[in-house]
């Protein structure tokens, strides 16, 4: 759920958005104090879902506040942007609590920007690709190289089995795991 509220605090001077921002913060920063908790086993999941449950609330409040707010005309301002933030944040509001009542999702999207970094970076450092084809086998073989790297498998040896595989007509090995 992680969400950066500082954008209501800096997206006008305005002081009701402020106040806003601020207890918004004020929410998160309690909300991943129980989250640490929680993950450090120090209290159990519905230990969590309990004590977390007045801090949504109170966020769902104020992104309902928020949110309805008038932009009036001018749809390209700061605060017109904000309100559609919290607006949008109001769509998605079930898959912002998904980490507390699922085990295994995490209240962040670290682990995802984890996972795409090394093809970030050869994006950055190689420019890209010049064509369709470069561009589908990279992401291919970035593809490859991430699954087997979550699957702690070597990715030479997997390389080497694909390419024999191919050469003698056989079915090439799997990238799902073992």
Request: aromatic residues 8%.
């Amino acid at each position: 759920m992680v969400l950066d509220f500082t954008f209501l605090i800096s997206s006008t001077s305005l002081k009701k958005w402020y106040e806003i921002g601020k207890s918004l913060l004020e929410q998160e920063k309690e909300l991943f104090n129980l989250w640490y908790q929680y993950r450090n086993h120090q209290l159990t999941r519905s230990e969590l879902e309990q004590v977390v449950e007045p801090i949504k609330t109170k966020i769902l409040s104020q992104l309902r506040e928020a949110a309805q707010l008038n932009i009036g005309e001018n749809e390209k301002t700061p605060l017109a942007k904000t309100v559609r933030t919290c607006r949008n944040l109001l769509k998605l509001e079930p898959a912002l609590w998904l980490f507390i009542t699922e085990k295994g999702v995490e209240p962040t999207n670290n682990a995802a920007e984890r996972a795409i970094r090394p093809a970030v970076i050869w994006r950055r450092t190689s420019f890209g690709s010049d064509s369709a084809a470069g561009s589908l086998f990279v992401s291919r073989l970035l593809t490859v190289v991430s699954s087997l790297k979550l699957q702690e498998r070597n990715i030479f040896d997997f390389l080497v089995e694909s390419v024999a595989a191919t050469r003698s007509g056989e079915s090439p090995p799997s990238l799902l795991p073992r």
